[in-house]
Antibody, heavy 114, light 110 residues
Framework: QVQLVQSGSELKKPGASVTVSCKAS????????MNWVRQAPGQGLEYMGW????????MYAPGFTGRFVISLDTSVSTAYLQISSLEAEDSAVYYC???????WGQGTLVIVSS | QSVLTQPPSVSAAPGQKVTISCSGS????????VSWYQQLPGTAPKRLIYDNNKRSSGIPDRFSGSKSGTSGTLGITGLQAGDEADYYCGTWDNSLNSYVFGSGTKVTVL
């Protein structure tokens, strides 16, 4: 069965960087794009962008350019979300989800606090 | 501020039916398929409906989806306590060139 397993919670200081990973199994990794979704505390879902696993080209939603980088390593069937220059407003749960959002990772909590 | 508008909350007694609307525009719902997601408290979202009205694997037929013009609707019949959750619609937006989610609706079973 399809599984997306994300890395554990992170506590970072403002200005630092964080990388969240999402390891896929149960399907051919290169057959499906991977999306990233953010959910701030008590808020709704925000689509951040996606990456084409065949080309490695990421596409970002409005508001998620500049400090956000989506990448992948097909050799280990893993997608990554890197956020640099962290701000308190980046505190959220980050989800990876397969193309068409049919499968979701368990979420990774990122807390940005001094 | 989401481009897809949902009512903040709906409620009904066990066994009853609720419907959740998702209002968009021609740049999103009007020309693309709608999906619906359920997020139980403290868990990751789960896709219930895709392509407007197709149920994802394992989803009971108490859940249904429809689309008309620039609006989509999720229906839940035979409401159960376990259906208490947040529900989100989602679709592609051609103007934003991005997927978009609705604002979310909290379902309460009275």
């Amino acid at each position: 069965q399809v599984q997306l397993v994300q890395s554990g919670s992170e506590l970072k200081k403002p200005g630092a960087s964080v990388t969240v990973s999402c390891k896929a199994s149960g399907y051919t990794f290169t057959d499906y794009a991977m999306n990233w979704v953010r959910q701030a505390p008590g808020q709704g879902l925000e689509y951040m962008g996606w990456i084409n696993p065949k080309t490695g080209n990421p596409m970002y939603a409005p508001g998620f350019t500049g400090r956000f980088v989506i990448s992948l390593d097909t050799s280990v069937s893993t997608a990554y979300l890197q956020i640099s220059s962290l701000e308190a407003e980046d505190s959220a749960v980050y989800y990876c989800t397969r193309k068409h959002c049919d499968s979701w990772g368990q979420g990774t909590l990122v807390i940005v606090s001094s | 501020q989401s481009v897809l508008t949902q009512p903040p909350s709906v409620s009904a007694a066990p066994g009853q039916k609720v419907t959740i609307s998702c209002s968009g525009s021609s740049s999103n719902i009007g020309n693309n398929y709608v999906s619906w997601y359920q997020q139980l408290p403290g868990t990751a979202p789960k896709r219930l409906i895709y392509d407007n009205n197709k149920r994802s694997s394992g989803i009971p037929d108490r859940f249904s989806g429809s689309k008309s013009g620039t609006s989509g609707t999720l229906g839940i019949t035979g409401l159960q306590a376990g259906d208490e959750a947040d529900y989100y619609c989602g679709t592609w937006d051609n103007s934003l060139n991005s997927y978009v989610f609705g604002s979310g609706t909290k379902v309460t079973v009275l």
